[in-house]
T-cell receptor, first 112, second 113 residues
Framework: GDSVTQTEGQVALSEEDFLTIHCNYSASGYPALFWYVQYPGEGPQFLFRASRDKEKGSSRGFEATYNKEATSFHLQKASVQESDSAVYYCALSDRNTDKVVFGTGTRLQVSP | NAGVIQTPRHKVTGKGQEATLWCEPISGHSAVFWYRQTIVQGLEFLTYFRNQAPIDDSGMPKERFSAQMPNQSHSTLKIQSTQPQDSAVYLC???????????FGPGTRLLVL
């Protein structure tokens, strides 16, 4: 079945550091790819998506580019802030279903 | 748009009691999803509906858990004879279906003592 792999379980950075969270996927079809962010006490919030190869999604300074050849959708931000501390989920949605498959999440902790 | 509404936000039950969780999806969304979230297991898919019809309940524990969607404005998740291992945050999400974005509610934190 379809799957999403996030290699980093936790990431600890200082403010203004560069962020990369790796996301690789496995899908039989041509999925849409998503990033969600979850703050304590809240449900996951949609961050952005990309639906085709080489498309870049972005929001709030975060960005990721759909790479079909590498089956990747890595999240990046040039300069993180303490307020970016949260759990980030990569996800995919296959064309043949309404379901979304989520990765295991990456907890980002940014220190001032 | 109020977003996805879940009630209650917190629920404490005794072992063996029943718990019913409510979800009101975003108006106009045709697909409603239920997830369970724990520290150990992360985000787990439970079940979903499209146009009020159950489509996939592959993540639902076969005993004690049931979900319904009696009308387009709400869905319920019922857990009978709750056990401590049912303690989790239960999340509801809705979307327009297909590959459309899912939007989550704030969740119901269930604690079974």
């Amino acid at each position: 079945g379809d799957s999403v792999t996030q290699t980093e379980g936790q990431v600890a950075l200082s403010e203004e550091d560069f962020l990369t969270i790796h996301c690789n996927y496995s899908a039989s079809g041509y999925p849409a790819l998503f990033w969600y962010v979850q703050y304590p006490g809240e449900g996951p919030q949609f961050l952005f998506r990309a639906s085709r190869d080489k498309e870049k999604g972005s929001s709030r300074g975060f960005e990721a580019t759909y790479n079909k050849e590498a089956t990747s959708f890595h999240l990046q931000k040039a300069s993180v802030q303490e307020s970016d501390s949260a759990v980030y989920y990569c996800a995919l949605s296959d064309r043949n279903t309404d379901k979304v498959v989520f990765g295991t999440g990456t907890r980002l902790q940014v220190s001032p | 748009n109020a977003g996805v509404i879940q009630t209650p936000r917190h629920k404490v039950t005794g072992k063996g009691q029943e718990a019913t969780l409510w979800c009101e999806p975003i108006s106009g969304h045709s697909a409603v999803f239920w997830y369970r979230q724990t520290i150990v297991q992360g985000l787990e898919f439970l079940t979903y509906f499209r146009n009020q019809a159950p489509i996939d309940d592959s993540g639902m524990p076969k005993e004690r858990f049931s979900a319904q969607m009696p009308n387009q404005s709400h869905s319920t998740l019922k857990i009978q004879s709750t056990q401590p291992q049912d303690s989790a945050v239960y999340l509801c999400a809705s979307s327009s279906g297909g590959q459309d974005t899912q939007y989550f509610g704030p969740g119901t934190r269930l604690l079974v003592l």
